[in-house]
């Protein structure tokens, strides 16, 4: 997991003020950045780029569960390595009360060559997990991935839905106060996807707090408290979730419409 620094006394699990984040085209500045700041020092790399977000400023409570709404290239995968850690803003500060579950793209963290198990223990401590906790929620995260019987065979045969699948599973076993899920709140078909909302509804009522980015928000209906939605590089709404959906269609009929106009123009 991305070294985060915490503020305990914080009111708000999380707090945005005043964040931008400026990504060069074709290339994401991640980490703490000190490569690339190196490289531009000595003129090998340019400061150009476009800025993603900008003047993003709001708070998530403990215990809430918020959508995070927008077009495509709305900057809603940024908002959230943002809040985890995983990208460092270029303005503004990102302050967290609890260290936060970065849930994006964990299935490239896995490595084929290795057992289930190995695997297993690989992106357990990658998410801050110590081999003694991997050991003790070992058994609960294979029945959950339903690898119990494969565990100590090679990751290289798996489907991508057996490895999403384990990467939940793994996920979920770290018990983390801060989630934050980038289209993958629930995996696999249709009763595994029943199982993984039922377990995170579980969470949720014990007080986990999550911020999840989706395409799809109706098929969690009733599970987040509101919706920030984000559009040309801000925040344009943020509150009840039935009026982030209704602002949602509206963008994506204006974005329709503006493609039909430039179709017809060829």
Not at 166 to 182: F, Y
Not at 243 to 264: I, M, Q
Request: charged letters at 25%; a positive charge; hydrophobic letters at 45%.
């Amino acid at each position: 997991m991305a070294r985060q620094r915490l503020d305990p006394g914080l009111d708000a699990m999380l707090l945005f003020t005043d964040v931008g984040i400026n990504i060069a085209k074709g290339r994401r500045r991640q980490g703490g950045g000190r490569r690339h700041r190196l490289r531009r020092f000595v003129g090998e790399q340019s400061r150009t780029g476009s800025w993603v977000l900008r003047g993003v400023t709001t708070q998530i409570a403990a215990g809430e569960s918020v959508a995070v709404l927008g077009l495509k290239n709305s900057g809603r995968t940024e908002f959230l390595r943002l809040a985890a850690g995983t990208l460092i803003a270029d303005e503004g500060v990102v302050r967290r009360r609890a260290p936060v579950l970065p849930m994006i793209d964990l299935g490239r963290a896995f490595d084929r060559g290795f057992t289930v198990r190995q695997n297993i223990y690989l992106l357990g401590g990658l998410l801050g997990m110590t081999p003694g906790k991997v050991e003790v929620a070992l058994p609960e995260i294979v029945e959950t991935a339903r690898l119990a019987p494969n565990i100590d065979k090679y990751l290289r045969g798996a489907s991508a839905l057996t490895r999403q699948k384990l990467a939940w599973s793994i996920a979920m076993a770290t018990k983390a106060p801060v989630v934050a899920a980038d289209e993958m709140l629930v995996v696999g078909d249709v009763e595994s996807r029943k199982r993984c909302l039922a377990q995170v509804e579980r969470l949720k009522a014990a007080g986990t707090t999550f911020l999840v980015s989706t395409d799809v928000p109706r098929k969690f209906e009733g599970f987040f408290d509101r919706a920030i939605v984000l559009h040309n590089g801000g925040v344009v709404a943020d509150g009840k979730m039935e009026d982030g959906l209704a602002l949602l269609r509206e963008l994506r009929l204006a974005s329709t419409a503006a493609g039909t106009e430039k179709d017809e123009t060829k």
